[in-house]
């Protein structure tokens, strides 16, 4: 070890990230000869330690997680790293509770567990409890020469140590609590996860008018922090925003409030119908698509198993490499994912809808060849492709790739009405689309951008495309293209959707909506222009979006603290036109994650890991995947662990695993 005898180093944040890094340091430790040495680690959090604040077990089983039961796990599964000292998957977790007696856990996590299968989605709440549960089995078996200080507070400062209180090694920081203590140690992690951010202006000024005029606005924020006992029962409500906050919004407002789904029944529409319980309010809801995004393949793995990569794949990622080439988002990545998306849907077509495609065998083998790289010298592929396309693919049957994230486009509306109609027959579509899994050409197409989403993070990663891509092209159009589309919610919340629209519950105000507040009726208003109707009015609005992930904007007073110190900064990223621009994350110098200060000096002892890597990694928010397949999608399934190792070890003075 070439640390001193004696380390000290501070975790600010317990949820996932947090304890990954303290799992990790426990497991480096427990494996390294430390004889004669000691490690304290101080663990900072409000929040239990484990699930920290967003996984708290006692939330409300109506939020469920994004990915399946089989999916997430906090314990790393890499052979080339230092062995975990407790824990497993929460597949593993759930499969083990499951056959035991269920002692330490309340009725209502019995009930869930004994009803969730692997393809099942759960409870963030039951995972929270995973989450718990792990760390208590890890705190059960810390190794000789290690302590473990929990502190129920906030970190509201960090400073370096002066030179006479600093350790053997030098450096560290005197971190100040929100409780008045105080911590020194040698290093320090920043695992601060979601934090709370500044309203931007059209926000405040909507909160400002609801003071005013008596209204109800409810800014940003995580769901199960926001007080839905506020909102009045059956009155109109405007809701902006139909990502994956919208459908915890909905959970809360009907079955939280009552009411229940049951079958539909012979000769009704849709799987489900709603039973209101008298107490829901009649919810308005806008986003910029018009629509929510699409639900999830019913699929057996996290990526469909029929869908292959054949273009954007890890040795294509190695002969930008080989070449000396920082590839572009849209010049060099987008046109090979391109390909594996018209792959996917075409192969996927020719089996489940025969009569849509004459001359089966001959399309896909001229298709295959049109869009092999470079195949063609002249004309673009995608021109060729299309023209194949309506030579052998019935019209109504042809793939607009870009037009899946945006199905009302180019139409209007003569009423809110036959809006409503519209969105419902898209809801009802996307479920059955949803229920036939890998027979899907659609799904499957999406698939494909699903499972390149995974290989794109790789590629990506640390500077793996040019900052003027990165700003106006994968964070430009490409990440809400992809999400509207792969990080949508389970098929059920689809199917319960329709069904609300059907009941009353819930309507729609149209795309590209535009917010105000009209002061004579005291009211707050929306309205699309491709809808013809009045104005949608309610005296309460909802943001069902969580607080911005800019480190610009953060409203918590550490980060603010750290900026203001020069001790960390933003990434700036420069546009294609020259411009500089502050991006969401910090500035970080890798590996580990070491962060750099306002003079563009990596600032000693002091490390992130997750949401404030941003502007480094894309996609930071997911689990990680519990045996990710080979290739890039492992890279990118469990990245976040072998980052908390490289943090881990890098505090303990070990060399990094290659």
Do not use: C
């Amino acid at each position: 070890m070439g640390k001193s005898q004696n380390i000290r180093v501070g975790l600010i944040g317990a949820g996932p990230r947090g304890t990954s890094v303290l799992e990790r340091l426990l497991a480096n430790w427990a494996a390294t000869e430390t004889a004669g040495r000691s490690l304290h680690i101080d663990v900072v959090d409000p929040y239990p330690a484990g699930p920290g604040h967003v996984w708290q077990p006692e939330q409300s089983r109506l939020y469920l997680m994004n990915t399946q039961s089989f999916y997430p796990t906090l314990i790393p599964e890499d052979p080339g790293l230092a062995p975990p000292l407790a824990g497993g998957s929460f597949e593993k977790w759930r499969a083990e509770q499951r056959s035991g007696d269920g002692s330490g856990l309340s009725a209502e996590e019995r009930a869930e567990l004994a009803a969730l299968a692997s393809r099942d989605f759960p409870s963030r709440a039951l995972y929270g409890r995973y989450l718990r549960t792990t760390l208590e089995e890890l705190l059960e078996r810390v190794p000789a020469g290690v302590e473990i200080a929990f502190h129920r507070s906030s970190a509201v400062a960090a400073r370096p140590l002066p030179d006479a209180a600093a350790g053997p090694a030098g450096g560290g920081f005197d971190v100040e609590l929100d409780d008045g203590g105080r911590l020194a140690v040698d290093s320090l992690v920043l695992a601060l996860g979601h934090l709370e951010s500044r309203l931007n202006a059209e926000q405040r000024s909507f909160s400002e008018a609801a003071a005013e005029l008596g209204l109800l606005y409810l800014p940003p924020a995580a769901p199960a922090d926001v007080d839905w006992a506020l909102v009045p029962d059956s009155e109109p409500v405007l809701v902006r925003g139909m990502g994956l906050n919208f459908f915890d919004l909905l959970g809360q407002l009907t079955e939280g409030r009552g009411g229940r789904f049951v079958a539909a029944g012979d000769g009704l529409p849709g799987k489900l119908k709603y039973l209101p319980s008298g107490r829901e309010p009649k919810i308005i809801a806008a986003s910029r698509r018009g629509t929510p995004y699409r639900a999830k393949a019913g699929l057996d793995g996290y990526y469909p198993k029929s869908v292959r990569l054949r273009y954007l794949t890890e040795s294509a990622l190695e002969r930008f490499a080989a070449a000396g080439i920082q590839p572009g988002f849209d010049h060099d990545l987008w046109p090979l994912l391109h390909r594996d998306a018209l792959w996917a849907y075409y192969s996927t077509l020719v089996v489940a809808e025969p009569v849509a495609v004459s001359h089966a065998t001959d399309f896909l083998t001229a298709l295959e060849e049109l869009l092999r790289p470079h195949a063609h010298a002249t004309g673009r592929w995608e021109n060729q492709v299309n023209e194949l396309v309506s030579h052998h693919v019935a019209a109504s049957r042809r793939l607009d790739l870009l037009g899946l994230a945006a199905p009302l486009a180019g139409r209007s509306f003569a009423s809110r009405k036959a809006l409503d109609d519209a969105v419902v027959d898209y809801l009802d579509d996307d479920a059955r689309r949803s229920s036939l899994g890998e027979s899907d050409p659609v799904k499957m197409a999406i698939g494909a951008l699903h499972t390149g989403r995974a290989v794109l993070k790789s590629a990506v990663a640390d500077g793996g495309i040019t900052d003027q891509s990165w700003v106006g092209e994968l964070r430009g159009w490409f990440e809400s293209f992809v999400e509207g589309l792969a990080s949508g919610p389970p098929a059920l919340r689809a199917e319960q959707l329709a069904a609300l629209a059907r009941a009353g519950v819930v309507s729609f105000v149209g795309p590209d909506p535009r917010f105000n507040v009209d002061r004579s009726r005291r009211a707050f208003q929306a309205v699309s222009a491709w809808v013809h109707d009045d104005a949608a009015q309610a005296r309460t609005l909802i943001e069902a979006m969580s607080p911005a992930n800019r480190v610009g904007v953060s409203d918590s007073p550490f980060l603010r603290q750290l900026l203001a110190d020069g001790l960390v900064r933003p990434k700036m990223m420069m546009t294609a036109e020259g411009m500089p621009v502050q991006t969401s994350g910090l500035d970080v110098h890798a590996h580990p994650y070491r962060l750099v200060g306002a003079n563009g000096s990596v600032t000693p002892g002091l490390y992130a890991l997750g949401l404030q890597l941003s502007s480094t990694q894309w996609g930071t928010a997911i689990a990680a995947e519990a045996r990710p397949s080979n290739g890039p999608a492992y890279k990118s399934g469990q990245r976040t662990l072998r980052d908390a190792d490289e943090i881990a070890r890098d505090m303990l003075g070990l060399p990094l695993q290659k």
